[in-house]
């Protein structure tokens, strides 16, 4: 790095400054959402499950299964792909595939039910091409909006997956001038912030934090870019190349094993003694299940699988629908395991952090909090190397209605969830209260007389909602605390106990705040 | 060598002395477009030429999965190069030939 002309590091700095200055706060955006997405199960089950004694796929579903066959149009089953809900709840999505009007592109049409897996009762049932509808395959709108606002920015697609991509590739090149201009990488991660909050105290926290997390900032921003870009850009340009244009020959070639057609009549193999052997050779839990061809002679069951304790890769496996025999690990991509299929599987869990379980995900969610603290350090200093600038000033301001507003706005999407859950449109109001959360938050800091009032009153505002949300949870009928305990549903009590604390926190920390300044006047 | 083949080869050498002699007097301008434009159309002819010459490997599949999966370090590559690369003229004639070279190979291999 040391080799790098003045001209380079000049360019270098450049690069750092301007990617971060023009897509900072978009990519905080991206972050800060992207850190509580890794936490969607728990919010998911948090905000919208119920008592489960088991996972649903862990009972057995096949009577289910079939008993729900009965209750769909023949023409739609096709294919059935089977997945959990909140509680202990399953969805089952018998489809075909057909064209979806809207878009014009092949798509899944069938019925999808909602089935309680412990005692068959059907919950819910909806019709359609069903990705187009949420509301009909996810239980937990607050879940779907933060996940979807992350992933491409609640735009519609394929836009919000190139923004995010671009997003990516920005964070990227940050990463990598950041990297490249480091004179001293090894000192910088230790480096003390130097006290008196001068400039170079805010450059020290910059440089500490980001050094700490630089592998981590570019497995993500690589791997976040692959993601948005694959079903945009890679796939779509590569099926006209390689396959005249025919995504689905493209789609069959690399997701898809070889089978000899078969289409006589032939029922279903056991489903529940599949899963028992699926979780036999692979022993991560089972998070779904694919029939392919179902009643037929050559009909073919993937079972998914979590990374076990100490793997990384996900685990399918395959069997023969008819027979029930197992066939094999099915790699990720391709008829066997290439270095291309491992590198494809490992972007997935290296993005979502979820490979050793709820350790590897708080590491991901830490992670994902020191990566916010370095894209605002990072605007931070920008603005005060310029300050006494008028654009510059405005744009640090907004820089702390952004960082503030952000998860004030997010709170307020889970407010507007749980206050509509019980009697209106949970899909539609989580994204209002979201868009309320934050022009209230923006109302706020425009109005503020000076930066140095902004804190004390974000922090009152931030303590609230998140005192408030455990109380609204439990008084919209939310699972109570005793039955979380009683029936060891964790997620939802150390949701609530962490929502608790983190708005005593706010609170102390505006008191303590008002209570310095004060001795400071005197 | 046919007359044609000459002249063609003494029109490209015009065209490109032409143009370093642009790049030379423009080298801000031909900074940016170089780490913006060029790098994203070699990132871009580079990912739809991958499955020209890349092995399929033991899944069959690698030659277009490794082109979809390395994307982002498809970009980074031409980008960086661009921006720290001091001779100017050599960064263009590299980005030019990288995806001039592998565009053929596609429009080659479609036609």
Same mark, same amino acid.
Do not use: K
């Given at each position: 790095?040391?080799?790098?002309?003045?001209?380079?590091?000049?360019?270098?700095?450049?690069?750092?400054?301007?990617?971060?200055?023009?897509?900072?706060?978009?990519?905080?955006?991206?972050?800060?959402?992207?850190?509580?997405?890794?936490?969607?199960?728990?919010?998911?089950?948090?905000?919208?499950?119920?008592?489960?004694?088991?996972?649903?796929?862990?009972?057995?579903?096949?009577?289910?299964?079939?008993?729900?066959?009965?209750?769909?149009?023949?023409?739609?089953?096709?294919?059935?792909?089977?997945?959990?809900?909140?509680?202990?709840?399953?969805?089952?999505?018998?489809?075909?595939?057909?064209?979806?009007?809207?878009?014009?592109?092949?798509?899944?049409?069938?019925?999808?039910?909602?089935?309680?897996?412990?005692?068959?009762?059907?919950?819910?049932?909806?019709?359609?091409?069903?990705?187009?509808?949420?509301?009909?395959?996810?239980?937990?709108?607050?879940?779907?909006?933060?996940?979807?606002?992350?992933?491409?920015?609640?735009?519609?697609?394929?836009?919000?997956?190139?923004?995010?991509?671009?997003?990516?590739?920005?964070?990227?090149?940050?990463?990598?001038?950041?990297?490249?201009?480091?004179?001293?990488?090894?000192?910088?991660?230790?480096?003390?912030?130097?006290?008196?909050?001068?400039?170079?105290?805010?450059?020290?926290?910059?440089?500490?934090?980001?050094?700490?997390?630089?592998?981590?900032?570019?497995?993500?921003?690589?791997?976040?870019?692959?993601?948005?870009?694959?079903?945009?850009?890679?796939?779509?340009?590569?099926?006209?190349?390689?396959?005249?244009?025919?995504?689905?020959?493209?789609?069959?070639?690399?997701?898809?094993?070889?089978?000899?057609?078969?289409?006589?009549?032939?029922?279903?193999?056991?489903?529940?003694?599949?899963?028992?052997?699926?979780?036999?050779?692979?022993?991560?839990?089972?998070?779904?299940?694919?029939?392919?061809?179902?009643?037929?002679?050559?009909?073919?069951?993937?079972?998914?699988?979590?990374?076990?304790?100490?793997?990384?890769?996900?685990?399918?496996?395959?069997?023969?629908?008819?027979?029930?025999?197992?066939?094999?690990?099915?790699?990720?991509?391709?008829?066997?395991?290439?270095?291309?299929?491992?590198?494809?599987?490992?972007?997935?869990?290296?993005?979502?952090?979820?490979?050793?379980?709820?350790?590897?995900?708080?590491?991901?969610?830490?992670?994902?909090?020191?990566?916010?603290?370095?894209?605002?350090?990072?605007?931070?200093?920008?603005?005060?190397?310029?300050?006494?600038?008028?654009?510059?000033?405005?744009?640090?301001?907004?820089?702390?209605?952004?960082?503030?507003?952000?998860?004030?706005?997010?709170?307020?999407?889970?407010?507007?969830?749980?206050?509509?859950?019980?009697?209106?449109?949970?899909?539609?109001?989580?994204?209002?209260?979201?868009?309320?959360?934050?022009?209230?938050?923006?109302?706020?800091?425009?109005?503020?007389?000076?930066?140095?009032?902004?804190?004390?009153?974000?922090?009152?505002?931030?303590?609230?909602?998140?005192?408030?949300?455990?109380?609204?949870?439990?008084?919209?009928?939310?699972?109570?605390?005793?039955?979380?305990?009683?029936?060891?549903?964790?997620?939802?009590?150390?949701?609530?106990?962490?929502?608790?604390?983190?708005?005593?926190?706010?609170?102390?920390?505006?008191?303590?705040?008002?209570?310095?300044?004060?001795?400071?006047?005197? | 060598?046919?007359?044609?083949?000459?002249?063609?080869?003494?029109?490209?050498?015009?065209?490109?002395?032409?143009?370093?002699?642009?790049?030379?007097?423009?080298?801000?301008?031909?900074?940016?477009? !170089?780490?913006?434009? $060029? %790098?994203? @159309? #070699?990132? &871009?002819?580079?990912?739809? *030429?991958?499955?020209?010459?890349?092995?399929? +490997?033991?899944?069959?599949?690698?030659?277009?999965?490794?082109?979809?999966?390395?994307?982002?370090?498809?970009?980074?590559?031409?980008?960086?190069?661009?921006?720290?690369?001091?001779? !100017?003229?050599?960064? $263009? %004639?590299? @980005? #030019?030939? &990288?995806?001039?070279?592998? *565009?053929?190979?596609?429009?080659?291999?479609? +036609?």
């Amino acid at each position: 790095m040391s080799r790098l002309s003045q001209a380079q590091l000049r360019r270098l700095t450049a690069i750092h400054g301007w990617s971060g200055i023009t897509l900072g706060l978009l990519l905080y955006t991206v972050i800060a959402t992207g850190t509580a997405a890794v936490f969607g199960g728990e919010i998911g089950r948090w905000s919208a499950g119920g008592i489960r004694a088991a996972d649903p796929l862990e009972v057995p579903i096949d009577a289910r299964i079939r008993a729900a066959a009965t209750q769909v149009d023949p023409a739609h089953l096709d294919d059935i792909a089977i997945w959990t809900g909140e509680g202990r709840d399953i969805y089952a999505f018998f489809h075909t595939h057909a064209e979806n009007p809207g878009t014009g592109a092949p798509d899944d049409l069938g019925t999808i039910l909602r089935l309680d897996a412990t005692s068959g009762e059907f919950l819910e049932r909806n019709e359609g091409f069903i990705w187009d509808q949420p509301a009909a395959w996810d239980g937990s709108a607050l879940r779907r909006f933060l996940v979807d606002l992350h992933v491409q920015l609640y735009m519609p697609t394929p836009w919000g997956l190139i923004v995010t991509g671009i997003l990516g590739l920005a964070m990227m090149a940050a990463v990598i001038s950041g990297l490249l201009m480091h004179r001293h990488l090894l000192r910088d991660l230790f480096v003390a912030e130097r006290p008196g909050g001068r400039l170079v105290s805010a450059r020290d926290r910059h440089v500490l934090a980001a050094s700490w997390s630089l592998p981590f900032a570019f497995v993500l921003a690589f791997t976040g870019s692959f993601l948005s870009f694959a079903s945009t850009v890679g796939f779509p340009l590569l099926a006209s190349i390689a396959f005249g244009g025919d995504d689905e020959a493209m789609s069959a070639a690399l997701f898809e094993p070889p089978f000899a057609e078969d289409a006589t009549p032939a029922p279903l193999a056991d489903l529940d003694a599949i899963l028992a052997d699926s979780r036999a050779q692979a022993p991560g839990p089972v998070t779904f299940v694919e029939v392919a061809r179902f009643g037929r002679a050559d009909a073919r069951v993937h079972v998914w699988h979590d990374p076990a304790a100490g793997g990384v890769l996900y685990v399918t496996n395959l069997y023969d629908g008819a027979a029930g025999t197992f066939l094999g690990r099915q790699p990720q991509v391709g008829a066997a395991p290439s270095v291309g299929g491992t590198l494809y599987g490992l972007m997935y869990p290296l993005h979502f952090g979820h490979f050793a379980g709820i350790a590897s995900r708080t590491v991901w969610g830490a992670l994902g909090v020191a990566l916010c603290v370095v894209t605002l350090s990072g605007l931070h200093l920008w603005t005060r190397r310029r300050a006494g600038a008028a654009i510059w000033d405005g744009f640090a301001r907004s820089v702390d209605i952004v960082a503030w507003g952000l998860p004030l706005a997010m709170l307020a999407a889970a407010w507007g969830f749980l206050l509509s859950a019980p009697a209106a449109n949970p899909f539609v109001w989580t994204p209002w209260s979201f868009v309320a959360g934050a022009a209230a938050a923006t109302i706020v800091g425009v109005v503020a007389p000076n930066r140095r009032s902004l804190l004390p009153r974000y922090r009152r505002l931030l303590g609230i909602a998140c005192l408030g949300l455990p109380i609204l949870r439990l008084a919209a009928g939310g699972m109570s605390w005793a039955d979380a305990i009683l029936h060891r549903q964790p997620d939802v009590l150390t949701v609530d106990i962490l929502l608790l604390l983190a708005g005593i926190w706010f609170l102390r920390r505006r008191r303590r705040a008002g209570r310095l300044a004060l001795e400071a006047a005197e | 060598m046919t007359a044609r083949h000459t002249g063609a080869f003494v029109a490209a050498r015009r065209i490109g002395g032409a143009l370093g002699g642009v790049i030379v007097a423009y080298p801000r301008a031909a900074r940016w477009f !170089l780490a913006g434009p $060029a %790098a994203l @159309l #070699a990132s &871009l002819a580079t990912m739809a *030429a991958m499955p020209l010459w890349l092995p399929a +490997g033991a899944g069959g599949v690698d030659d277009i999965v490794l082109a979809v999966v390395l994307t982002p370090l498809l970009w980074a590559v031409p980008f960086f190069y661009a921006c720290l690369e001091p001779e !100017l003229p050599r960064c $263009a %004639a590299m @980005l #030019a030939g &990288l995806t001039l070279g592998q *565009a053929l190979l596609v429009a080659v291999a479609m +036609g």
